[in-house]
């Protein structure tokens, strides 16, 4: 007998946790932003990501309205990917009832293809409209890298070197959605 063949790549599903502060009319997701969710700095200005390839299962948001009796609040979840219609989901609190939309790419949709590290980063991915304190969970399904060279991830203003980041949802450019969870990237 000899040892079976097996996969050595390390894989999982993991479920990442938002919050946004301040409300959007309006915040695009890329793929870029989601192959770079976890980045570990290799100095004070630069990172690499640990994802080579993730795929979107569900995007999951809560939006409390600000006072028993206050207007009430949306969110929304706008799919757009390529060779995709635009797909909306949408929900308003009513009373002390939060807003919650659960949404999953629309079937059929390259927003249920796999992101890979430095293929068409740049295709947005979904779009979140919110107000102030809102929650918003994205699900995916995650590979690391194993021997490919690792792609640069964003460039951070004082990380220390060797730390474990998790990056905000719309980008450190933006920086709306916070992770919850994890060590900020500065």
Known sequence: MQPPAFRPTMSYSHKFRFYASAG????????????????????????????????????????????????????????????SPSTVTSDTSMGVRPA??????????????????????????????????????????????EMEAPTAGDVPAGATLGTQYGNYLDGITTALLAPIGYNVLP
């Open 24 to 83: 959007s009319g309006g915040i695009n997701v890329s793929r870029k932003n989601i192959l770079n969710l976890i980045q570990v700095a290799t100095s004070a200005s630069t990172t690499v990501r640990l994802f080579e390839a993730v795929r979107l299962k569900k995007v999951e948001m809560w939006s409390q309205p600000t006072a028993l009796g206050a207007a009430p609040v949306t969110c929304q979840i706008e799919w757009i990917g390529e060779n």
């Open 100 to 145: 919650h939309v659960v949404s999953k790419p629309p079937q059929f949709s390259s927003n249920r293809w796999w992101c890979l590290s430095g293929q068409q980063e740049a295709d947005t991915l979904f779009n979140l409209v919110y107000p102030a304190n809102t929650f918003v969970d994205v699900t995916i399904d995650v590979r690391l890298v």
